[in-house]
T-cell receptor, first 121, second 111 residues
Framework: GAVVSQHPSRVICKSGTSVKIECRSL??????MFWYRQFPKQSLMLMATSNEGSKATYEQGVEKDKFLINHASLTLSTLTVTSAHPEDSSFYIC?????????????????FGSGTQLSVL | SQQGEEDPQALSIQEGENATMNCSYK?????LQWYRQNSGRGLVHLILIRSNEREKHSGRLRVTLDTSKKSSSLLITASRAADTASYFCATGRTGGFKTIFGAGTRLFVKA
């Protein structure tokens, strides 16, 4: 099946620094990627939808200047948490929706990265 | 805001028993999906059921969908300790592109 690689798996940083998280689709083209945030024992909260070659669409309440998303190629999207603070500590997960040439235009299934645990001291 | 709400929030059963989790949603959907998440990991897609389907099977999994009640259930038969995980339903909305996740059910299967 399709594989999404997310790095790093864990990062600890000081308050005020920026952290970049990468999400790569390894064996398929991901025209759309999604970034989620998850608190312990809670569900995934969609932060933004990242489309290759265009600006990301952020969900209500998510600061786009705080969480910078870049989807520069069909296989890579990055999330940068700028000037991180302790309240940004969370589990961040990316997912990708595949686009297979000649396949269905409605590829509903999502392929997830393994997540990044961010701890801001 | 979240679309799906699962119940129970937590479920503890003995190995070999069946586990049933329910999901309710609010708006019209194109499909409903169930995912599994092991602690501290990403999600794994289990099964997708479309809005025009009523039941679907995959191995030990059985999913039902009742669009009139806006609800779905996931049944795991003959559970194993390795089934211990959190299970989420997610909906793909009609005319939309986003997938919205419910709150999840934490399943613990005791050996």
């Amino acid at each position: 099946g399709a594989v999404v690689s997310q790095h790093p798996s864990r990062v600890i940083c000081k308050s005020g620094t920026s952290v970049k998280i990468e999400c790569r689709s390894l064996d398929f083209q991901a025209t759309t990627m999604f970034w989620y945030r998850q608190f312990p024992k809670q569900s995934l909260m969609l932060m933004a939808t990242s489309n290759e070659g265009s600006k990301a669409t952020y969900e209500q309440g998510v600061e786009k200047d705080k969480f910078l998303i870049n989807h520069a190629s069909l296989t890579l999207s990055t999330l940068t948490v700028t000037s991180a603070h302790p309240e940004d500590s969370s589990f961040y997960i990316c997912s990708a929706r595949a686009s297979f040439p000649g396949g269905s235009s409605t590829n509903e299934k999502l392929f997830f990265g393994s997540g990044t645990q961010l701890s801001v001291l | 805001s979240q679309q799906g709400e699962e119940d129970p929030q937590a479920l503890s059963i003995q190995e070999g028993e069946n586990a049933t989790m329910n999901c309710s949603y609010k708006t019209s959907i194109n499909n409903l999906q169930w995912y599994r998440q092991n602690s501290g990991r990403g999600l794994v897609h289990l099964i997708l059921i479309r809005s025009n389907e009523r039941e679907k099977h995959s191995g030990r999994l059985r999913v039902t969908l009742d669009t009139s009640k806006k609800s779905s259930s996931l049944l795991i038969t003959a559970s194993r300790a390795a089934d211990t995980a959190s299970y989420f339903c997610a909906t793909g909305r009609t005319g939309g592109f986003k997938t919205i996740f419910g709150a999840g059910t934490r399943l613990f299967v005791k050996a």
